[in-house]
């Protein structure tokens, strides 16, 4: 039979993905001449058979194999039962010595109570033979008056000191039942590394596994000062593994999982004529699009008729396939793992298993940071300060929530998406109130439907923006324009004023203002959508 050694590994090193982390533990030991079962237990019970992965290093010593077992062990007891038993046993004795004081003190009261009723017939009958006066009766009032409050304090210290008894007779109780449950079974993970050395060595041992039941984000503080945003880059671990990790070597790695366990293969890509399922058909529902609001028309199918390019196919027909959307690239920099970064954190944090989170920091980086305000007045009559970032950091920023604080005073949260290295991105640096922005409707009208003929609606509106900041300002204003989406629907800028710095397809339109201290711009806009005096337009 091979020697059985238990070897005493820490903890020295962890890293944590999103959904687990890998945990180094080291250990050493004496072994040989001959083989040696070199045993670490303990290890959570959520711990990944298939990733445990041990080194030896050592002279004279070869590792041959490495054994992965679960195991159960009983819970030790929490007290010695019989010394259990004899505290419940003094706790009860001292409820009833004082439950004696008690009686003893109610003794005495009833037995005052008895003498003051005598002690006043005596009295009275010698006060009127007039053997005695009023100063007797005084005297003897006094002192049955002064002996019974006497008594009646002795007693409520004495259920004072019997309600802190009952407590820690109910305590001590507890305890011995505690100790008096049966024993549980506690599953673990142990590991056995056989070895064979050729002489006695020393021999290191490394041991690593991965564990669910962690997770970690990132978290953000944006500071703004002039145009230099300082951004701190905060972790946040939390665990339920089981073990608490000492102050080790702490790592958060980026990796994650995608959407598929394989590579990614389309396939085809099927479109096919549709075919009602039953001869008459129910209206057509609104046509909608992912790009936002926009003028939708709705009008009857007649039976047996196609409802149009965007219809689905029934189930007989092969089901179009749309191809996900790319999950976004994760440069690989810093520390190359793989497809992801690992940040290697500067100072050794301890991280216990009670489930509660704890920070600690990445980096700290400065950006120089490209200042100017938006404004959509269509969605909010605010305007956002707007920073345009280039992070030239080697760090990827993960989606986290950041807090924006401007001269160290806090001014709210904001979200922030995944940036690579060398990326430029906007973040959102809240609310200016010092620019004013309002957007009203100037003019609805349309006109009269004609059977058989065109009908035409006319919207015009107004935006107004002022400056009340000291300096001057760049401001981005957005709106839109419905889009149509039948052929039958024609919308047409008619006017605009001044014109917008870009127009998109899909009807936004951006005017960039440059105002001065004090200073008041106006946007006005015009358009029309034409469509049939048949059609029921959605969306306006």
């Not at 003897?140 to 210290?157: D, G, I, P, V, W």
């Not at 196919?313 to 092969?318: D, G, I, K, V, Y």
């Not at 998109?504 to 200073?519: A, I, N, V």
């Amino acid at each position: 039979m091979p020697e059985v050694i238990d070897v005493e590994a820490q903890i020295t090193a962890v890293t944590v993905f999103h959904d687990g982390a890998r945990v180094v533990r080291n250990g050493s030991f004496t072994a040989g001449p001959g083989t040696v079962r070199a045993v670490i237990g303990g290890l959570p019970a959520d711990t990944d058979a298939a990733s445990v992965r041990v080194a030896l290093r050592g002279h004279s010593v070869t590792l041959v194999d490495i054994e992965v077992q679960r195991k159960y062990a009983a819970e030790p007891l929490r007290a010695d039962t019989g010394r259990l038993r004899a505290q419940v046993q003094a706790c009860r004795d001292a409820v009833a010595a004082l439950d004696d004081e008690d009686a003893a003190e109610q003794a005495a009261l009833t037995f005052a109570g008895h003498l003051s009723q005598q002690a006043a017939t005596s009295l009275a009958r010698a006060m009127s033979f007039g053997r005695t006066g009023h100063e007797d009766l005084d005297r003897m009032a006094a002192h049955l008056s002064a002996s019974t409050a006497s008594a009646l304090a002795r007693r409520r210290e004495i259920a004072a000191r019997k309600r802190d008894a009952q407590r820690e007779l109910q305590a001590a109780e507890q305890r011995l039942a505690d100790a008096e449950v049966p024993a549980t079974a506690v599953r673990y993970l142990e590991v056995a590394a056989i070895v064979q050395a050729s002489a006695r060595a020393e021999a290191d041992l490394e041991l690593s596994y991965h564990v669910s039941g962690v997770t970690w984000r990132p978290l953000y503080d944006l500071g703004l000062t002039g145009e230099v945003l300082t951004l701190g880059y905060l972790a946040e671990i939390t665990q339920r593994t089981g073990e608490d990790w000492p102050e080790a070597d702490l790592a958060v790695s980026t990796a994650r999982q995608g959407r598929h366990q394989t590579l990614p293969e389309l396939r085809p890509w099927y479109v096919s004529r549709f075919r009602p399922r039953s001869p008459a058909m129910p209206p057509a529902g609104a046509m909608s699009s992912r790009f936002g609001p926009e003028v939708t028309v709705e009008r009857a199918v007649p039976a047996g008729a196609a409802a149009g390019p965007m219809a689905s196919a029934p189930s007989a027909s092969p089901a179009p396939y749309l191809p996900p959307p790319p999950a976004p690239p994760l440069a690989a920099d810093v520390d190359e793992a793989g497809a992801g970064l690992v940040y290697r954190i500067p100072r050794p944090l301890a991280v216990p298993s009670d489930g509660s989170p704890h920070k600690t920091s990445i980096a700290s980086l400065e950006l120089d940071a490209k200042l100017d305000h938006l404004a959509v007045p269509a969605l909010a009559s605010e305007a956002y300060l707007r920073a345009t970032v280039t992070n030239n950091s080697r760090l990827l920023l993960l989606p986290g929530q950041a807090r924006i604080f401007h001269e160290s005073q806090f001014t709210g949260d904001t979200e922030l998406g995944t940036v690579a290295s060398g990326e430029e991105f906007e973040l959102q640096l809240g609310v200016d109130d010092q620019i004013r922005v309002e957007r009203e409707l100037r003019r609805r009208a349309a006109s009269k439907a004609v059977l058989g003929g065109t009908r035409t609606i006319d919207v015009a509106y107004e935006i107004t923006v002022e400056n009340h900041r000291q300096g001057k300002v760049l401001i981005s204003v957005k709106d839109h324009i419905p889009v149509p989406a039948d052929g039958e629907v024609k919308v047409k800028l008619k006017e605009t004023s001044p014109s917008p710095a870009e127009r998109t397809e899909l009807g936004e339109l951006t005017w960039q203002l440059e105002l001065d201290q004090g200073e008041t711009a106006a946007i006005t806009y015009r358009f029309t959508v034409e469509h049939p005096a048949s059609v029921t337009l959605v969306g306006i």
